[in-house]
Every structure is written in structure tokens, then in C-alpha cells.
């Protein structure tokens, strides 16, 4: 898997499948079926290695550049993700939240409620990694498939036992010193994931698999792809799931003419706080309610708690898993919309400042979307609409159109009710 030291939600794979690039050669592999021709060459981790062109460790800077100005402008993230002690205020004036009745109800006589940071909400709670297996070669659960019968054995597959039901759930990563289910080891994307009868089969590409510690040589070479030795022969693979018990905490300031924060004991310059759950009213736009309540173990639930303080929390500190979930790829919490993808990787490689290394047709590709709209030289200069002039992300083709693609999945903000 082309990996990084940078989180980028879409994977460098799926950004080298948008560019038409020859996946191994993105992975730095060469096998006697696919050789390295002229116009080819292997990607290199980082661009030192090879001066002349960008390295993976460079692509995962400028995806993640795109996704950070993507976000900011879709309202929400184009893949789940969790969010953690996000704080949002009860009312949109600080000095007005005292003022509210001394309940958590609004004046439909419902439960009052706050709009997270982002939308398409799925549910509160927190993001729980759990090791399920660690398959590998030598046990026999990991083995390696010629699926087409050309004498390259793609496909990875391993095979365990686990308890999970979402296939959602499963995920799968390098195993290594000090590495433990970190994102940064994470294998995306998986060809597919099966659950049956308790079981679990997975399917991976080969070259999603290459040893990372064959990137990171100070005068690194073409791996070779005909060689098992040359990729991983152990993986670990983990339950990520959301845990509810952990979802919002209300907040209440201390009060100036008293020693203490309305009814109860709190400490100076300190918030008193009091656990909640949180319930989604609108889960696209991001409101979401709260209510003070108990965690219940025993029944995996919550149960209704008594206000600690008597009036209106200042503030909601949230717990939450948001993001955009395709209804046209598998595994929506784990792969993202192709639209998305394609948003992201336009943008991103106009953040690039090397060439792109590739055939013909991944010229082609990069050199149309990275030309500039708004440039005047000798040879011409081109026709450009004011609203394209004033994109935010600059006047290249690629970031013109990515915006554009931007505005028609936006969410719209509203007023909190």
C-alpha cells in the first residue's frame, strides 16, 4: 500500500487509479509481467530519491492540503470520521446563555439543541480499536492467489475467525516495531471483505503489500514484484468501531456572586460538568440534541440523569462519528464516493511543485488540470469568467473544477432550533 507519514482520507492508491498510473509502478514494484518501459518509471517514497519527480510522501502532503480546503467548503467530511471534544456554545452570545430558562427545553417544548462543526452526523461516541487475529503466511490463515492463472500471484488472501457482523468494522494493517493499528500502517483500500458463518475472508491486492522498509533505504531500488519476500508475510487485523458511552459533556461556568456554579461545589476558573447523550434532530446539517444522562454498562445504554445544575449549560463539549457515507461503493465508512475522490485528487495535484512521473496519458492528465486560467504570456492568453478568477483555490483548471464539483455538494447552513 503506497503509505505515508501524513493522514490523507482518500488513499494514494485511489489517487494513482484517478491518474491512470500503473498501480505497481506507483508502489515501486517491477515483476517480469509488467516491466518498467521506457515512458515508466517507479515511484519513489520521498522526492530526495529521485529528484526529478514528486514522491509519495509529497502526494500525501497535497492530498491532504485538498482535503483540509474540501471539508471547509463541503461543511462536512467525504468519509466517516471521528471527532473528539468538539465545543460548541449554547448560544451564540456568550453573555446570553445565563439568561435562558432553567431547562434543557426549547420553546416547542422539545430538547434544545446545538449544530456540530460538521455535518452528516452518524452517531455519538468515540473510536474503539480491538485486535481480532494477526494472519500471516506461516500459520497458513494469510496465502497468496493467482486468481487468473498468469503466474503473478495478485491477491493476498486471509482468512479468521472473529464475532464481528459489519464488514465495516474490519480493517487491516501492518504489523511492525512499535506499530499497532495506526493509521499511518492502515491497508486501503481492501478488494473486499466477507463475513459468513463467523468467519472472515479478506482480499487484498499484492502490491498494496510491499515491505515499507524497502521505501525508506537511503538508495532505494525497484522492488521486485516476483519475490514473496519482498512483502509483508503478517498482518494484524482490528475491530474500529464506535463505542456510545462516551458521546457529550455539559459544561456550566462558575457564577461571579456566589462561591459556587449555581447549585454545586465548583472549582475557581473551572467548569462544573455533567455527562450527556446526544441524539441526532438533523443528522445532514449537524444538529444534534443533548440531554444529561448515565451510562449503564451492564445494559449498554443510557438512562435519564437529573439536571446537576439549574440552568442552561454555557457549553456542549461532543463526541461524534460524521461524515459523507456513498450509497454507490461498498463499504461506504471505509471508500469514498468516486465524485469525492476525483474533487480531491483535481485540487491536490495543483498543490504539486515537481512533475508527475508517468506515461503519456498521465501527462496529458496532469498537465490539462494544472494549467493555469488566469496566465497572460506571449504565446496567448485565455477567456476567463470573473467567478472563475476569483476561485479560492487559485485559477488552475483542476482547482477551478474542484471547486465548481465543491459548490454542487455543499451543505447550506442554517439557524439552530
Excluded at 432553567?102 to 434544545?112: F, I, K, Q, S, T
Excluded at 472473529?162 to 494493517?173: A, F, K, N, P
Excluded at 456572586?257 to 449555581?262: I, R, T, V, Y
Aim: glycine content about 6%; overall charge negative; hydrophobic content about 40%.
Amino acid at each position: 500500500m503506497a503509505r505515508a507519514s501524513i493522514k490523507t482520507m482518500l488513499p494514494l492508491d485511489r489517487w494513482a487509479y484517478h491518474l491512470g498510473l500503473d498501480p505497481r509502478h506507483f508502489n515501486q514494484i517491477e515483476s517480469t509481467l509488467a516491466p518498467v518501459h521506457a515512458c515508466r518509471n517507479v515511484w519513489m517514497q520521498y522526492a530526495w530519491q529521485r529528484s526529478d519527480y514528486v514522491g509519495r510522501e509529497e502526494v500525501a502532503d497535497a492530498i491532504s492540503k485538498a482535503e483540509a480546503d474540501i471539508v471547509s467548503a463541503l461543511g462536512y467530511y467525504p468519509i466517516p470520521q471521528w471527532i473528539a471534544g468538539e465545543v460548541i456554545r449554547t448560544s451564540p452570545s456568550p453573555d446570553v446563555a445565563a439568561k435562558h430558562t432553567y431547562d434543557l427545553e426549547n420553546v416547542a417544548g422539545r430538547h434544545r439543541s446545538v449544530q456540530a462543526a460538521f455535518g452528516h452526523v452518524i452517531s455519538g461516541g468515540i473510536e474503539v480499536r480491538d485486535l481480532i487475529a494477526s494472519p500471516s503466511i506461516a500459520v497458513g490463515d494469510m496465502t497468496w492467489l493467482d486468481n487468473d492463472g498468469d503466474g503473478y500471484f495478485e491477491t493476498a488472501q486471509l482468512v479468521f475467525p472473529t464475532t464481528v457482523t459489519d464488514v465495516d468494522e474490519i480493517r487491516i494493517y501492518f504489523i511492525g516495531a512499535g506499530v499497532t493499528g495506526e493509521d499511518e500502517w492502515e491497508i486501503r483500500p481492501l478488494r473486499s471483505v466477507v463475513i459468513a458463518a463467523g468467519v472472515c475472508t479478506v482480499l487484498i491486492d499484492r502490491h498494496l503489500l510491499v515491505d515499507p522498509d524497502l521505501w525508506e533505504a537511503l538508495n532505494p531500488a525497484v522492488v521486485n514484484g516476483d519475490v514473496n519476500a519482498n512483502f509483508a508475510n503478517e498482518l494484524d487485523a482490528y475491530r474500529v468501531w464506535n463505542d456510545p458511552s462516551q458521546q457529550g459533556q455539559l459544561q456550566w461556568e462558575r457564577l461571579p456572586s456566589s462561591c459556587d456554579c449555581g447549585s454545586v461545589d465548583c472549582a475557581m476558573c473551572a467548569w462544573a460538568t455533567q455527562w450527556a447523550c446526544l441524539q441526532t434532530r438533523d443528522p445532514r446539517r449537524g444538529f444534534v440534541t443533548y440531554q444529561p444522562s448515565d451510562w449503564d454498562a451492564d445494559t449498554e445504554s443510557y438512562t435519564a440523569a437529573a439536571i446537576a445544575i439549574s440552568r442552561q449549560p454555557e457549553r456542549v463539549r461532543l463526541w461524534y462519528q460524521a461524515g459523507y457515507r456513498g450509497a454507490r461503493v461498498a463499504r461506504p465508512y471505509n471508500n469514498m464516493d468516486l465524485e469525492l475522490e476525483r474533487m480531491i485528487t483535481l485540487l491536490s495535484i495543483t498543490y504539486l511543485d515537481r512533475p508527475i512521473c508517468g506515461c503519456s496519458n498521465v501527462e496529458a492528465f496532469y498537465q490539462r488540470w494544472t494549467e493555469d486560467k488566469a496566465l497572460v504570456s506571449e504565446t496567448g492568453h485565455y477567456q476567463i469568467a470573473n467567478r472563475d478568477l476569483s476561485c479560492p483555490w487559485g485559477t488552475k483548471v483542476g482547482a477551478i473544477q474542484a471547486w465548481n464539483m465543491a459548490q454542487n455538494w455543499a451543505l447550506g447552513r442554517a439557524v439552530r432550533y
